[in-house]
């Protein structure tokens, strides 16, 4: 299922959204929707808020206002564990596994139930015999300590612990950045499998290769402010927003 804009009732919709790191404003009126079965990059290059904005949906910043909504639920005065257990995974790019686990535990730590959308249609419900499905190599490795893994091997079990939360929308935080080129072709299966299957994917990313692979939509931050939105298509035969914000 594959979108060219966002449903009627969005899936996950941010509006005016700003945040602070101490006294450093770093977004400013962030605005932007996901629908359901539609995967949107969030591009940008190194520090214009990508990462930040992120943190921001997922309540992990001390200081934050504006308004985000989540299947239609009020997230700003929620914690992180409570939007998570509504359905909203995150992977974040320093990937946090629990390296003193192996990868089956954290495969359990990352479980919830079960989930099925408002209209009574089922949710994603991934198990491990379909994550290792998804990601073949971890199902090698079960008993390995997270923390004898390779970067990428330990960007698949992040990927995979949050899948193991069957969330409706993945916040995925840069996920082809210095990994091997086989594990951003994996990603790039994952993503377009979540997609096939309904989920929705919110894409932080600044490698517009690998974002044209996978994204209906694409919004481009610099300096935490919104300066394109349109469908990936359209970004990337725009020269002129690819060279003045995403050209390093």
């Not at 996901?34 to 591009?43: D, Q, S």
């Not at 082809?176 to 377009?192: D, F, K, R, T, Y």
């Not at 290769?209 to 402010?225: C, I, M, N, P, T």
Request: glycine share 10%; with cysteine.
């Amino acid at each position: 299922m594959s979108l060219d804009k966002p449903s009627a009732m969005p899936v996950l919709s941010v509006s005016g959204l700003h945040a602070w790191y101490g006294a450093a404003h770093i977004l400013h009126d962030v605005s932007l929707e996901v629908g359901r079965g539609e995967v949107v990059g969030l591009m940008g290059r190194n520090g214009a808020g990508k990462s930040t904005t992120l943190k921001a949906i997922m309540g992990l910043l001390a200081r934050r206002q504006g308004d985000v909504r989540f299947m239609g639920q009020h997230l700003m005065k929620r914690q992180p564990y409570e939007i998570a257990r509504l359905g909203l995974g995150y992977v974040p790019e320093e990937r946090r596994i629990f390296t003193e686990l192996t990868v089956k535990e954290n495969l359990i730590a990352g479980q919830q139930a079960h989930r099925t959308w408002p209209d009574g249609t089922p949710g994603l419900n991934w198990t491990f015999e379909s994550v290792f499905d998804l990601f073949p190599p971890l199902a090698d490795m079960q008993e390995r300590p997270a923390g004898d893994m390779s970067g990428g091997e330990q960007q698949m079990l992040a990927v995979a612990r949050t899948l193991m939360g069957n969330p409706y929308c993945l916040l995925l935080d840069e996920p082809s950045e210095g990994v091997a080129p086989l594990i951003v072709e994996q990603m790039a299966e994952m993503i377009l499998a979540l997609k096939m299957r309904g989920a929705s994917v919110l894409l932080s990313e600044q490698n517009i290769h690998f974002a044209q692979l996978v994204s209906d939509r694409a919004y481009v931050l610099e300096k935490g402010v919104i300066r394109y939105s349109g469908t990936m298509h359209e970004l990337a035969g725009n020269e002129v927003v690819r060279r003045e914000h995403l050209a390093l």
